[in-house]
């Protein structure tokens, strides 16, 4: 989707519901809620995100989460 010169990505899951200290530590590195994680996935994912200078937004949704990744849209050019 695209919104006010951006365009948006959102990712939801289903999974079991996060503590506060979980959402806290979610994109920072190794830190990790998975068995055998190593907490580098979303801290990843973010520093590509910005390195376009976009962001990441992180939101509880019942039982789950939601992320949005929103990155400057490109404009098209004519005839393309």
Known sequence: ????????????????????????????????????????????ARAIVERHDGHMEFERSGAGLTVRVLLPAVQEKEGR
């Open 1 to 44: 989707a695209r919104e006010g010169g951006q365009a948006i990505a959102s990712i939801r899951d289903h999974g079991p519901a996060m503590s506060d200290e979980a959402f806290r530590a979610l994109s920072m590195p190794l830190s990790s809620a998975k068995t055998g994680g190593l907490g580098l996935g979303l801290s990843l």
